[in-house]
């Protein structure tokens, strides 16, 4: 898999949708999670995008300090389904703190962590602060490295 952050303004149409529609099958259907993915959030992101044989298929959004939380962040992550078996996660989680350092100069990461993915996190060096909490209906946690 090969990996690219671009600015939100670097996105060709094509890749806008591609990362929208994978984003929707993973949040909205896959999930059964009705949200408002479109948050004029997009716009201040970096867009980091893993793809295979011309597919996207892995992608995280980044922020720095200040546009989402008070430290670096990362959100809406995610692998294809039929991409997960391959931990492909691992390498999108790596690559983002890689970005998130490389453009933000910064190694303190916020996250907001589906609860059930706190192992997967904790691999990575994520501690959990605070309590569980429901976002969107899903039980969430805040991490940071």
Request: with cysteine; hydrophobic share 35%.
């Amino acid at each position: 898999m090969k990996f690219r952050v671009k600015r939100f303004q670097e996105l060709t149409t094509e890749e806008l949708y591609k990362i929208l529609r994978l984003r929707a099958e993973v949040f909205v259907v896959e999930q059964d999670c009705v949200y408002q993915d479109i948050d004029n959030k997009d716009q201040k992101a970096l867009h980091v995008i893993g793809e295979k044989n011309g597919d996207i298929i892995a992608y995280t959004r980044i922020f720095d300090k200040g546009h989402y939380f008070d430290v670096p962040s990362i959100g809406r992550v995610l692998v294809s389904e039929k991409e997960r078996k391959y931990g492909y996660g691992h390498d999108l989680i790596k690559e983002s703190i890689l970005a998130i350092e490389a453009h933000f100069g910064n190694k303190k990461v916020k996250i907001s962590a589906q609860t059930y993915l706190e192992k997967f996190y904790k691999s990575h060096g994520f501690k959990k602060i605070g309590k569980e909490y429901l976002e969107d209906g899903i039980p969430h946690i805040t991490m940071i490295i």
